[in-house]
């Protein structure tokens, strides 16, 4: 089974469009979501572009504030505070990475956690690891989803997450956990790492190496999530070999149409529940 990440977005989207319309003829307000992009990174302009388009689709207001790569960090914090403050603004969202001379856990820190639509604040990380009702990181949240779609129940399965970042490994094992999954998180100094991928009935890679997971790595009947978007000379692959997994694993995500698509459908999710908890 290949998991088919744009359709599943697409549906998210649709349920989200309809709450949109709900939201606007019973509070006569819409979810608005903010995104701040500083520099020039090219990847990320494409991301907040996105961001910016399925957003209007689905009849949110979205504005995207785009700062020149030497942006001092105050003027930064300075709109996040003004944002923070702002009826209309539900989400925002700082894109990352930032230029080296703005600190980055500052920014996160300053965002206020109500309206920390990528769930990153401390205080959103705490409540999520702690079980309690949270902001939950855009692209671990749409991983979940799709591996809803090829198992409703994953309680006491192995999982093997590679990668620990705050963006997806730690977050990731936060919610298999909460699923009941037993969880082996792995890095880059995992001795074997062949050998824990293959006591895994669930594998996310998210680790930034293309096509690290191959095809000798799985379990017959795994169900294998890939994260990795890098480019390569051959174009974008993931951190998967999915030629060689695919003929091995039970579901599989392909790159691209697999997780990317859902890490923006998750986002104007969080919206929507941003503006709800808000009003
Ligand atoms: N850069 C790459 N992924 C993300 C994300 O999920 N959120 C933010 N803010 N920046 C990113």
Request: net charge positive; glycine share 8%; aromatic share 2%.
């Amino acid at each position: 089974m290949i998991i088919d990440g744009k359709k599943t977005a697409a549906e998210l989207r649709e349920e989200l469009k309809k709450k949109v319309a709900e939201l606007r003829s019973t509070h006569n307000a819409v979810p608005g979501l903010t995104v701040i992009l500083v520099g020039e990174d090219p990847a990320s302009k494409i991301y907040v572009k996105n961001k910016e388009k399925f957003a209007k689709e689905i009849g949110m207001n979205s504005e995207v504030i785009r700062y020149p790569a030497d942006t001092e960090e105050k003027v930064v914090l300075n709109k996040i505070k003004e944002l923070n403050e702002d009826k209309k603004i539900s989400g925002i969202l700082v894109q990352l990475p930032l230029p080296k001379h703005i600190d980055k856990k500052k920014v996160i820190e300053t965002i206020l956690p109500g309206k920390d639509v990528d769930g990153f604040h401390p205080m959103n990380v705490g409540n999520l690891s702690s079980g309690y009702d949270s902001s939950i990181p855009c692209t671990p949240l749409g991983c979940s989803l799709l591996l809803k779609k090829a198992e409703k129940n994953l309680s006491g399965k192995h999982a093997v997450v590679i990668g620990r970042s705050n963006l997806n490994g730690k977050p990731m094992t936060q919610l298999l956990l909460k699923e009941n999954c037993t969880v082996t998180v792995t890095h880059s100094k995992t001795k074997d790492l062949k050998a824990e991928c293959l006591r895994a009935d669930i594998i996310i890679a998210a680790v930034g190496i293309p096509k690290l997971v191959k095809g000798d790595w799985v379990k017959k009947d795994a169900i294998v999530i890939d994260v990795g978007i890098n480019k390569t000379d051959s174009g974008i692959v993931g951190d998967v070999d999915f030629d060689q997994v695919s003929k091995v694993a039970k579901a599989i995500t392909p790159v691209p149409g697999g997780v990317g698509p859902m890490t923006i459908a998750c986002l104007l999710s969080n919206t929507v529940e941003c503006f709800k908890k808000l009003n």
